[in-house]
């Protein structure tokens, strides 16, 4: 099973990522790991990349796909794999169609208010960065952290107007991506706004 996940900000990917790559017993390749375990390990990718960072650079194309194409040559990827993160660009997905057949593109659709809900509510302790949601995590003294009884902050990030922005940018960079693969006849809609168990079990009857 080769997948590749789409959806906004809040959309609870990362969580539905998990569940997916336990149930399936296939790698979760998240680009974001896969940039910070090539710079760690020092690989020529890796170097090449620090070095792009660290003159202020966005890392090109050629070099994300470098690391996809190698990470899926992998012997765990031989019985599939979810992308989370790539492609991005048109030019990073027909790379990857040159790569791999894909089985589907899994697309967690969820309404802006509903994201919005999700991410405004969280609340952050500054020292020990663990997390709450008022409504579904709250602590147990309400605006103060468990464990150290600090003041909660909310993120600049988790701010009503930043999310706002987050998810035109989001929309914005992803729908030529959706109406892509929907051409291809590969996109799978899901929708993500019920508790992540219902929506996983969503997935997997549509694939």
């Known amino acids: 099973m080769k997948i590749v996940l789409l959806g906004p900000p809040g959309a609870g990917k990362g969580t539905l990522a998990v569940k997916a790559k336990e149930y399936y017993a296939i790698p979760h390749i998240s680009t974001g790991d896969l940039f910070r375990n090539n710079i760690k390990n020092e690989t020529e990718l890796g170097k090449k990349v620090k070095a792009i960072l660290a003159a202020g ?3 090109p194309d050629s070099v994300t796909i470098d690391m996809v194409k190698n990470r899926i040559a992998e ?54 960065g663990r997390l709450y949601h008022i409504l ?6 309400e605006g103060k952290d468990d464990d150290t009884g600090e003041d909660l902050i909310q993120r600049d990030d988790d701010k009503p107007e930043a999310i706002s922005h987050r998810l035109e940018v989001y929309a914005e960079q992803t729908q030529p991506l959706i109406d892509y693969y929907k051409e291809k006849g590969l996109l799978v809609d899901i929708d993500a706004s019920g508790k992540p168990e219902d929506v996983f079990e969503n997935m997997k009857k549509s694939l």
Not at 136 to 141: A, D, E, G, R, T
Request: aromatic share 6%; glycine share 6%.
């Open 57 to 59: 650079g966005l890392v």
């Open 136 to 141: 579904f995590n709250p602590p147990k003294v």
């Open 75 to 128: 012997d765990d990827c031989k019985n599939g794999f979810i992308l989370d993160g790539f492609p991005r660009t048109i030019a990073q997905a027909e790379a990857l169609a040159e790569l791999c057949d894909l089985d589907a593109v899994v697309d967690f659709v969820v309404d802006n208010e509903d994201v919005i809900a999700r991410l405004s509510g969280r609340r952050m302790c500054p020292s020990t």
